[in-house]
């Protein structure tokens, strides 16, 4: 649009050019005409606007490579100076809110670092740990017998309670006992017959002793009578043998409990026929005063419990619940098995428990923990305190400057709460239990030494003693012994798992 008005403007401009040509022109003649020039080229700038306004919008020229004129630079120069200085005055605005943040937050850590962390600690004493092999074991009872009838007969009466604690010997149920009672009649009356036959003999034979020492009858005849004595002896005594068999009969119509125990369920009902050959019997009676727990350990340990075995010590076996939480009931190992089982590698071993409070149950799943040793003046200090890393296992040490350090240790025996280490403490050191998760060597802490009752108690580790501590709390950041066991008291209980 800017090229096109330059060439009418020279084209409306060419017309006063030509008039100084035209003959006979004076001063009024050259008005008029620069009047009539005048108004031609404002006719031409009107017809050229009204064209352009009835032609259609042309599509924007492309911007051009070339660079803007000198008067658009001019133009744009202020405005990069103003949003140069903008751009500064904003840099130098966030830089300084930065450091001020930054000095803040370095003055702040500054602070938190000089001040004292507060952690629980305890001192390491000298005790007494005991070891434990734990396997999982099934309660059984220790005789279990399965009570039958002896004859075929009539169930006539129960005797019993189910659940009922029962003695040897005692009148389990009944049965009809009329037919047998019969048969014993008959024993009885053969046997009487036979009796008096035998009796007859007898007589006999002495008459024939005298006739024969008269010479009156033949010797055969006094042998033949001799042996009518010896048959008639015989019948008799199998008369006997009949009338005991009828009695015994008769007597096992009475079924009476074979072993002391408790009784089941009963498996047959009054009014039924039962005989000896039923495979279920009448109920089923289990020995569980005492009773036995059957129990596994890892073939590796056998050798540890035979040689206390040799030794003539009776070894200490707890049983505890699922849990291994609480502790049911205490006895002692009474044997072990003849061979490893080479599927699993362990061995299986019995022992024994008087359940006189029928703690223990037959078939009742638990951990049996077996005392095999005790480790005597060993170095002890809470479980929470042992820290691992993947290069060494170490605890933090407070010194008497109420600063802590790192030290290596090694463990020797993780029992419940309490650890066992072989080096790398004295008894009476102060070590962290709570608040590790915090601390860094070269840090200050002020440490709260647990107390008696399991409160922590303020206190100087430094004048701390050097005793148990009971009741110490477990960091959540801590490593713990893989045992869930409570510590156990003193002569049993717990679960020791040697380094």
Known sequence: MVTDEPSQTTTLEAHPETSPSTPGGGTASGASSASAASDASDASKK????ARREEPTAPPTPPSSEPPPPATRRK???WVVLAVAAAVATYLLVSSHSRTQANAAAAKAKAAASAPVPVVAAAARTGDVPVYLTGLGSVTALNTA?????VDGQLFRIDFHEGQMVKEGQLLAELDPRPFQVQLMQAQGQKAKDEAALQNARVDLNRYEVLMKEDAIPKQQLDTQAATVKQDEAAVQSDQAQVESAKLNLAYCRIAAPIAGRVGLRLVDTGNIVHASDATGVVVVNEVQPITV?????ADRLPQVLQQMHAGRQLQVDAFDRDSKNRLAGGALAAVDNQIDQTTGTVR??????????ALFP???????LLVDTLRNTVLVPTAAIQRSPTATFVYHVKPDQTVETRNVVVQLTEGDNTSLRSGLAPGE?????????LRPGMKVAPTMAGANGNPAAGNPAAAPAGPAAGRKKPQGAVS???SSPSPPAGGGGRGTAS
């Open 47 to 50: 017809a050229a606007a009204a």
């Open 76 to 78: 744009r120069w202020p």
């Open 146 to 150: 399965v009570v039958k009838s002896r």
């Open 294 to 298: 059957i129990f596994t350990i890892a």
């Open 349 to 358: 071993l019995r022992a024994v428990f008087p359940n006189q409070d029928d």
């Open 363 to 369: 078939s009742q799943f638990v951990n049996a923990r």
């Open 430 to 438: 102060v070590v962290v239990t709570d608040g590790v998760d915090r």
């Open 481 to 483: 012994s893989p045992s």
